[in-house]
C-alpha cells in the first residue's frame, strides 16, 4: 500500500509514535489490510465499529511494553503462576465490531482463546476508546501504562455506574493477580537501567 510505504519512510527520520484513523471502514477492508500487512507488519492496526487505527509505535513504546513483561514473567516463575503469554495477537470478533493486536496479553490460570490481561503503553493520546475495544474483546482486566504510571481497569459487566469506562472499574489492585505488587512493578519500571530494574524486582518479589 502506497500510504504505508511513504508512512513507514517519514517514520524512519524520528523516533515518534504516529497514528491515522479512518471513519466508515468495513469489516472486510479491515480484514483486507490486516491479511496485506502480515505478521511481521511495524504496524498495529485496531478496529472498533467501523472505526480503523493504524500505529506505528515508537521505540520508547516498544521498549516500554517489552519491559513490563519481562518483570511479569519474572513474577509469574518466582510465583509459580500458571499463565500463558499472547503477546500482540491479533484478537477479532466480527460479532462484536471488534479487532486489534494488544501490547501485552495474558491468559492467567488456563489457556483460552482470548486473553484474561491486557497491557497497553501509551505514548500518544486521541485514538479510539480502548476499553470499548477491550470490553468487546472480552478481556476482563486492562492496564494502562503512562507517564511512568499505572492505570487498572476491571470489567464490571453489571454495573451502570462505569458506563464511561465501558464497564470497567478504575482499580488500584489487580483482582486476576492480587499478590502482585503494583508499586513495585511501577518503580522498578522506572528505573532506566533494565537489568538493574529485573534484579530489584525480583529481590522486592515476597519469598514463600
Known amino acids: 500500500m502506497v500510504l504505508l510505504n511513504d508512512w513507514s519512510e517519514r517514520l524512519a527520520l524520528e523516533d515518534s509514535e504516529e497514528r491515522r484513523v479512518f471513519d466508515r471502514v468495513a469489516w472486510a477492508q479491515y480484514e483486507a489490510l490486516v491479511a496485506d500487512l502480515g505478521d511481521k507488519s511495524p504496524y498495529r ?47 477479532q470478533r ?5 479487532g486489534g493486536e494488544l501490547d501485552e496479553s495474558y491468559c492467567i ?24 475495544l477491550y470490553r468487546r474483546l472480552g478481556v476482563q482486566e486492562v492496564w494502562f501504562w503512562q507517564g511512568d504510571r499505572f492505570s487498572l ?5 453489571a454495573a451502570p455506574q462505569f458506563a464511561e469506562t465501558a464497564g ?4 488500584i489492585q489487580s483482582e486476576l493477580l492480587p499478590d502482585l505488587d503494583i508499586d513495585l512493578l511501577t518503580r522498578c ?9 529485573a534484579k530489584a524486582f525480583r529481590q522486592g518479589l515476597p519469598r514463600g
Open 45 to 91: 492496526v485496531h478496529f472498533l465499529a467501523g472505526v480503523l487505527e493504524i500505529v506505528s509505535p515508537s521505540r520508547n513504546h516498544e521498549s516500554g511494553k517489552t519491559r513490563i513483561g519481562t518483570l511479569l514473567e519474572i513474577y509469574f516463575v518466582e510465583t509459580e503462576t500458571e499463565y500463558f503469554p499472547m503477546g500482540s495477537t491479533t484478537l
Open 94 to 98: 466480527p460479532e462484536q465490531g471488534a
Open 109 to 132: 490460570g488456563t489457556d483460552k482463546d482470548f486473553p484474561d490481561l491486557a497491557i497497553e503503553v501509551i505514548v500518544t493520546s486521541g485514538s479510539i476508546n480502548r476499553l470499548e
Open 153 to 157: 481497569y476491571h470489567q464490571r459487566p
Open 168 to 171: 470497567y472499574e478504575p482499580i
Open 189 to 197: 519500571l522506572q528505573n532506566p537501567s533494565p537489568l538493574a530494574a
